[in-house]
């Protein structure tokens, strides 16, 4: 069965950094592009990030260009989220799931930012 587990959320203040980890288990996720995505309080889900299974090809959304740096470490079978200079609008839940969104969802990690 096929799973990803999200962790590395928590509190922090504005300005500050979070690494986001993705373990991905029950395949091997090597050929796959990756991406992260959020869900902030009565918002829908949206897209952060993506990476192409080689991590050759990157696209951010406009919102977290120049702050965040998505990664993978295919050995590893995970991907990773560094985020930097954090706002208060970056709170939400986080997810990781592939370029086309094909599996489910997992629990993500909370992510908070105060002001």
């Known amino acids: 069965q096929v799973q990803l587990v999200e962790s590395g959320g928590g509190l922090v203040q504005a300005g500050g950094s979070l690494r986001l980890s993705c373990a991905a288990s029950g395949r091997t996720f090597s050929s796959t592009d990756m991406g992260w995505y959020r869900q902030a309080p009565g918002k829908e889900r949206e897209f952060v990030a993506t990476i192409s299974w080689g991590g050759g090809r990157i696209s951010y959304a406009d919102s977290v260009k120049g702050r965040f740096t998505i990664s993978r470490d295919n050995a590893r079978n995970t991907v990773y989220l560094q985020m930097n200079s954090l706002k208060p609008e970056d709170t939400a839940i986080y997810y990781c799931?592939?370029?086309?969104?094909?599996?489910?969802w997992g629990q993500g990690t909370q992510v908070t930012v105060s002001s």
């Open positions: 799931n592939t370029a086309r969104r094909n599996l489910g």
